[in-house]
């Protein structure tokens, strides 16, 4: 569990890319208020890129840019974690040294009592979306990354342009249900950890809602992407009030 000495400030789902400069500008400025602001904490709930195909990849212009950006954000004095998301879980150590920042597991828990707050990406809470689920088992295996990252650089650009692809033609087909979080799962993810909030991203649905739990009530707290006209992020102060920051503009 991580300890937050004062501020922390969460994002997910900016995917960003060399293609929109526009996104990299507005977490320039998101990341230059955050160490002005003396956030204690920075959480990326995962799908900080629209997609990483690997640390060596790490020298191109774009990605050594964007690590600059948060070693800079680090060097201020603000800690930075890294949740995994669905697009950018090959993301390693190699880019957490060099970035000033740390890689947590795909659950992670802050503070405690009535304001335990329960942190992830989102993804696994999509439970109703089998297909998805039995993706996520194969490219999250040892076996699949160790294949994938032994090939050369380019190849692996070509292979997740065309894994992009086939997810979009795939979710032509689901409901908004299937792909968002399934309520019961929510309910069980905040159990097992002992919270009463969850923050997660993922769904592209941002939003807020109550959720009746077995001893208390709790709270989910869903973030928006960045790259559809929209953006946010979400601030808890010390007390453990929570307010979500505007980013779109």
């Known amino acids: 569990m991580q300890a937050i000495a004062g501020t922390a400030r969460f994002v997910s789902d900016l995917h960003l890319r060399a293609e929109r400069p526009d996104l990299t500008r507005r977490f320039a400025v998101f990341l230059a208020d955050t160490a002005a602001s003396n956030v204690d904490a920075l959480f990326i709930l995962g799908d900080l890129f629209e997609y990483w195909i690997g640390d060596d990849d790490l020298s191109a212009s774009f990605n050594a840019d964007v690590c600059a950006l948060l070693r800079g954000t680090a060097d201020m004095g603000t800690r930075i974690f890294f949740i995994a998301g669905n697009r950018d879980f090959l993301l390693g150590d190699a880019f957490a040294r060099a970035a000033g920042m740390v890689v947590l597991p795909e659950t992670e828990k802050v503070g405690a009592g009535d304001t335990a707050t329960l942190l992830m990406h989102g993804d696994t809470l999509c439970t109703d979306d089998l297909p998805y689920q039995e993706f996520r088992r194969m490219v999250r295996s040892p076996e699949w990354q160790q294949d994938f990252l032994a090939r050369p650089l380019a190849e692996r650009r070509i292979e997740v342009e065309s894994l992009r692809r086939r997810s979009i033609e795939a979710m032509k087909s689901k409901t908004a249900a299937i792909m968002d979080a399934s309520p019961a799962t929510v309910r069980a993810a905040l159990a097992e950890h002992g919270c009463t909030r969850l923050i997660h991203g993922h769904t592209h649905r941002p939003g807020h809602e109550q959720i009746r739990l077995a001893a208390a009530g709790g709270e989910r707290w869903v973030m928006s992407d960045w790259d ?19 980013l779109s503009r």
Do not use: F, Q
């Open 228 to 246: 559809t006209g929209r953006g946010d992020a979400l601030e808890i102060s010390p007390g453990g009030e929570i307010r979500r920051i505007d």
